[in-house]
């Protein structure tokens, strides 16, 4: 038996769409292409049946296998009329199969590879059932035997219910004529509905090169992650206005931006749909009411709000009919709400939230440790950042083609954002932050010009922006002044005129350089020292996962002792490399280490201070990552951050060399004395770290003792650091 197989994927992390194109047969295959006519298709997630066109190229007679949760009644309902024709017309044979309650059941979770394997080999009859069900469990002792025995019993169990709990479907004759229902869209640009829209579609190779005209240049417009509403989710958080006490963590910690707190006038409350409310207990939002809307269509339910809410006002639920209605009050919010001034500090953990997330919807994964700091970051600057990205998970999440979820305020103002190379992003930012400063320094030299011509309330609003022009606190609005002013003043001048035109420059950019631990400490190293060495005005952002996340998990120069990894299957044998220290000995260096699961307070006060400075400043982000093979699950990676603080594993700093400079200690040693009792705790909740005893038990103990004993000697440097200034 020969076999062949294509793998066609879609843009995003891990639960993005794969197409697996698979042929089998008796004599070698020389097939160079996909296939168009196909004998079984299968879909795993139900969703997928609105979004795509499953059926395109099944044969007369195929197969069709559907993981579901609906009955056949609800088929009839939920089943689009072109899936239905599809059905009908080429008498195809239709199961069900409901892997994600087999999944739930086993322990699994959404993790249904092996039930729809079995499912297939059931069906398809490309080998005898048996042998089938002996090569799967053989494939489950290879790749999961490491894990342990319980992890091989619920995939063993899996390939079991795989192969005899499907169920055929007997649908009516009438499905042939399925008519279409024809549903009142909402609005979206012409790039979406033309280019986008096709891709996200999987049928991006029938768009023809004239609808392309007008985009040669590959950029992609900004906001458009938000039309695609994809609707992934069986499950998402459920929101009780009697129990919210309006501390915003919920919004704080979600990876993707879809749950979010509302303010509201009393009159906008009133005229909202029905069963939009306000939190009873919230007083956070002080003179506007607070509500928190949940986007059903682009939650991934991971969970994180829900493990996060002290007050236990969130509750997952299934995504049913009643639920998605619920979207009424999220696009009443994004519609119909008015944006509002601020009521609190942005620099706070609730004033934040009342800010908007510039980055929305993007393409991590569900429960993702790295997108909540971008987030926040668009949510403290983001009206003015400019980003340069290293290649690596931000890339993808963060440009997902063809959507682009960094986003616009009401007013049009977002990050602009590009990616490089992986080695050379560093530069890459270093070089975008001196072509704006050169414009910057020239456009100084004309207002001082300007003022011969200007009036005396120009002249005013011109110095006091020359004054300020390095300073990000109040940029936007000295700048909007000083445009104002213009517009009224600047016809026939030519040196005003002049500065009108390059306006965009007035306020001043806050240059962040972001990307993950293998671009930052191992191949783009000596690039982003090379950058910090500068003493130039601009801000690197490591999202640490401690592996290349993004090209499958290898060791990098971040990993810690123990950790198995590609290129370390048995352990790491040394210790992780301390950036943060390397990039204070500089001595000039603002530097930051921060983790928002176990100081979300300390976090802002890293970013706001490495922001506001005047020099170079790098803060390093502690990120649980799939990779890792947290034991709790993803939607407890906050939780995983405070064990990592609490046991010791990771330190919470600043260095801040303005305090040097005025006199005062420049390093704060954030987080408190280690539980050292809790280190090894830590360790085995992960599978990173947990696989090794099973792997290599003679030399797993050792090891882990170098991690813990590493750890320790680090927290001691830090603390003989901080003394050393007190002296």
């Not at 048996?130 to 053989?138: C, G, P, R, S």
């Not at 403290?380 to 986003?407: E, H, K, Q």
């Not at 002049?498 to 962040?512: A, G, P």
């Amino acid at each position: 038996m020969y076999a062949q197989a294509y793998f066609a994927y879609d843009s995003k992390k891990s639960g993005g769409v794969t197409i697996s194109h698979l042929r089998f047969g008796k004599n070698p295959i020389d097939m160079p292409y996909l296939i168009d006519a196909a004998d079984y298709i299968a879909c795993h997630r139900q969703s997928y049946v609105k979004r795509f066109d499953i059926l395109r190229g099944i044969k007369d007679g195929g197969t069709f296998m559907l993981n579901c949760t609906w009955t056949d009644e609800e088929l009839d309902k939920e089943l689009p009329a072109k899936i239905k024709r599809a059905i009908a017309k080429n008498h195809v044979k239709f199961y069900t199969l409901n892997g994600d309650a087999i999944g739930q059941k086993l322990g699994l979770g959404t993790r249904i590879n092996m039930v729809m394997q079995a499912a297939f080999f059931a069906l398809a009859k490309i080998i005898p059932v048996e042998d089938a069900v002996k090569y799967l469990k053989d494939s489950i002792i290879k790749n999961y035997g490491k894990k342990g025995q319980k992890v091989v019993d619920m995939n063993n169990g899996a390939v079991d219910a795989g192969i005899k709990e499907f169920h055929e479907v007997n649908y009516p004759a009438s499905w042939a004529d399925a008519k279409d229902e024809v549903v009142e869209g909402r609005p979206v640009p012409e790039y979406f509905e033309k280019v986008a829209a096709p891709m996200l579609g999987q049928v991006g190779d029938d768009l023809k090169v004239s609808d392309f005209v007008g985009r040669e240049d590959g950029t992609m417009p900004s906001g458009t992650a938000k039309f695609e509403k994809a609707g992934p989710a069986l499950h998402v958080p459920a929101w009780d206005a009697e129990k919210c006490v309006g501390c915003m963590q919920c919004s704080f910690v979600c990876p993707h931006a879809t749950i979010r707190p509302v303010l509201t006038t009393a009159e906008e409350l009133a005229a909202a749909p029905e069963g939009f409310k306000a939190a009873a207990k919230a007083k956070s939002g002080k003179e506007y009411n607070v509500t928190i809307v949940v986007d059903q269509l682009d939650c991934l339910e991971c969970g994180s709000c829900v493990n996060v809410c002290p007050a236990k006002a969130l509750t997952m639920v299934p995504n049913d009919d009643k639920e998605r209605a619920k979207m009424d009050f999220w696009y009443y919010a994004q519609d119909k709400v008015a944006p509002k001034a601020n009521p609190q500090n942005k620099k706070t953990v609730i004033g934040s939230q009342f800010e908007q997330p510039l980055l929305e919807f993007s393409g991590a994964c569900a429960g993702c440790g790295e997108t909540p700091y971008v987030k926040l970051l668009t949510q403290l600057f983001g009206d003015r950042m400019m980003i340069a990205n290293a290649t690596g998970c931000s890339s993808i999440w963060g440009a997902s083609a063809p959507v682009s979820p960094y986003t616009t305020n009401a007013k049009g103002h977002g990050p602009s954002w590009a990616n490089s190379l992986f080695e050379d992003a560093a530069e890459f930012g270093l070089g975008m932050f001196m072509g704006v400063d050169k414009v910057r320094k020239d456009l100084a030299d004309e207002v001082e010009a300007a003022k011969a011509v200007a009036s005396d309330e120009l002249q005013a609003a011109l110095s006091d922006w020359v004054a300020n022009m390095y300073e990000g606190e109040g940029s936007r609005e000295r700048a909007d002044k000083v445009v104002a002013l213009l517009e009224k003043e600047a016809a026939g001048k030519p040196v005003l005129e002049d500065i009108l035109e390059k306006k965009q420059y007035l306020v001043k950019r806050s240059h962040w350089i972001i990307g993950g631990d293998g671009w930052s400490y191992d191949i783009g190293y000596g690039g982003v020292d090379h950058v910090l060495a500068q003493d130039q005005d601009v801000n690197v952002l490591v999202l640490d996962t401690e592996v290349y996340s993004n090209t499958g998990g290898q060791s990098s120069k971040a990993t810690p002792s123990a950790a198995v990894a590609q290129f370390a299957a048995s352990g790491k044998r040394t210790k992780k490399k301390d950036l943060g220290m390397m990039a204070i000995s500089y001595g000039y260096v603002y530097v930051a280490q921060v983790a928002m699961g176990a100081d979300k307070n300390q976090l802002l006060k890293a970013m706001t201070e490495a922001e506001a400075y005047h020099g170079p400043s790098l803060v390093i982000c502690y990120a649980p990552c799939i990779n890792h093979g947290i034991r709790k699950g993803m939607g407890k990676s906050q939780t995983e951050e405070q064990l990592a603080v609490q046991c010791g594993y990771w330190d919470l700093f600043r260095y801040n060399p303005d305090l040097k400079e005025a006199g005062k200690n420049p390093f704060s040693l954030d987080s408190k004395e280690p539980d050292y009792s809790k280190f090894q705790e830590f360790l085995q909740g992960e599978v990173r770290y947990a696989s090794l005893k099973k792997g290599f038990p003679e030399q797993a103990e050792a090891l882990y003792a170098k991690t813990e004993s590493d750890a320790k000697a680090r927290r001691q440097s830090y603390v003989r650091f901080q003394k050393g200034f007190e002296a």
